[in-house]
């Protein structure tokens, strides 16, 4: 068994931020000026040469440390904790939501119902009528 670590996978941690902050390989490769092949080959290699690597830290809008040491658990913690820091602040609300967001789409979906049966209806009434 063998302690020793196996050095990051810098492609997919590119994948992951790029996932991360919902942007395409497409929309990636334009940005550095390459296409989504280069994008796909990048993203399934451990290393990727600094120069390379600092263009797409930019296009990402993070630093190259933050690709070379990105990990899912410090993307977690950062959450928690900026949930934490914000339900602990005094902005004199919460953002808990107290409905259930699908019976609001439920509700929705019947007045449309609803709203497309009187239009039938007038119809009819119209049609009858001449």
Excluded: W
């Excluded at 609300?93 to 609803?114: A, G, S, T, W």
């Amino acid at each position: 068994m063998s302690t020793a670590t196996k050095p990051k996978h810098i492609g997919r941690n590119i994948s992951r931020i790029r996932e991360l902050k919902g942007m395409k390989q497409e929309a990636l490769a334009q940005a550095i000026g390459s296409n989504q092949q280069a994008i796909s080959i990048i993203e399934n290699s451990e290393t990727v040469d600094e120069e390379r690597l600092a263009n797409i830290a930019k296009a990402l809008g993070v630093t190259v440390e933050a690709i070379e040491s990105f990990s899912e658990e410090n993307v977690f913690n950062y959450f928690n904790t900026f949930n934490e820091s914000v339900s602990n602040s005094n902005f004199g609300h919460n953002n808990i939501c107290n409905f259930n967001p699908l019976d609001k789409v439920v509700e929705l979906y019947e007045r449309l119902v609803q709203a497309e049966k009187d239009k039938n209806e007038y119809l009819e009434k119209l049609l009858k009528g001449k």
